[in-house]
């Protein structure tokens, strides 16, 4: 029994750092196109070793900009009276430069 533990304990860290989809589906892959049972970089692919593309920075960076814009637009406040009445009139000047 304690052979099995070592060898679930290594097998843990070998890819206890890939994501379940992926690795789901590298056993998949592995099981349709081999007839031996999948060995741990069978299981982690080149999941640890790729660099993302362009266009997964891009989205990521994207998603990261669109959950600090929800989290800002959560917290906001309304305007002031004062500054919103203020900005009005300021407004109403240049309007009123540019119309002339």
Same mark, same amino acid.
């Given at each position: ?8 304990? !290594?097998? @843990? &860290?070998?890819?206890?750092? !890939? ?7 590298? !056993? ?13 970089? +069978?299981?982690?692919? +080149? ?6 593309? @362009? ?9 990261? +900009? ?6 800002? &637009? ?6 002031? &009276? ?8 300021? &407004?109403?000047?240049?309007? !009123?430069?540019?119309?002339?």
């Amino acid at each position: 029994m304690v052979k099995d533990q070592e060898t679930f304990n !290594v097998w @843990y &860290n070998l890819v206890k750092d !890939v994501p379940f989809e992926v690795a789901h589906q590298n !056993v998949i892959l592995h099981l349709q196109t081999s007839p031996f049972f999948p060995k741990p970089v +069978d299981i982690i692919g +080149d999941y640890l070793t790729r660099q993302p593309s @362009y266009y997964e920075l891009q989205r990521a960076e994207e998603q990261a +900009d669109a959950l600090a814009l929800e989290e800002y &637009n959560q917290q906001a406040v309304p305007m002031p &009276n004062h500054i919103r009445e203020r900005l009005e009139r300021l &407004n109403a000047r240049m309007r !009123v430069k540019h119309e002339s």
